[in-house]
């Protein structure tokens, strides 16, 4: 069963930091694109950050650029997002994804956020 769960999601202050888990089970992470994208109160889903591939390059959307760094660990099978810098806007259920990218997204080294496998999601709550 391929399985992602994210963890560390909770409430922090504007201006505050979280680091966001997303352990991989069933499947080897390294072999996939990740992602991690978003679902704000009232709003679709947002790409926030993606690696292309095991060895390639992130990619953040503008809204999280220079706050937010995505990272994977692949001997613990795990992704990672690090988030400094909290805005209220922030608030959202974030959810982790991985899958084989889509070609296009792989020619272009851009995101690709309709991955085959993604997790229920965390909510982060930035708030005073």
């Known amino acids: 069963q391929l399985q992602l769960v994210e963890s560390g999601g909770g409430l922090v202050q504007p201006g505050g930091s979280l680091r966001l888990s997303c352990a991989a089970s069933g499947f080897t992470l390294d072999y996939y694109a990740i992602a991690w994208s978003r679902q704000a109160p009232g709003k679709g889903r947002e790409g926030v950050s993606c690696?292309?591939?095991?060895?390639?390059?992130?990619r953040y959307a503008d809204s999280v650029k220079g706050r937010f760094t995505i990272t994977r660990d692949n001997a613990k099978n795990t992704m990672y997002l690090q988030m400094n810098d909290l805005k209220p806007e922030d608030t959202a259920v974030y959810y982790c994804?991985?899958?084989?990218?889509?070609?296009?997204?792989?020619?272009?080294?851009?995101?690709?956020?309709?991955?085959?496998?993604w997790g229920r999601g965390t909510l982060v709550t930035v708030s005073s």
């Open positions: 690696i292309n591939s095991s060895g390639g390059s992130t």
């Open positions: 994804g991985a899958g084989p990218a889509s070609r296009l997204a792989s020619a272009t080294m851009t995101c690709d956020y309709n991955l085959a496998n």
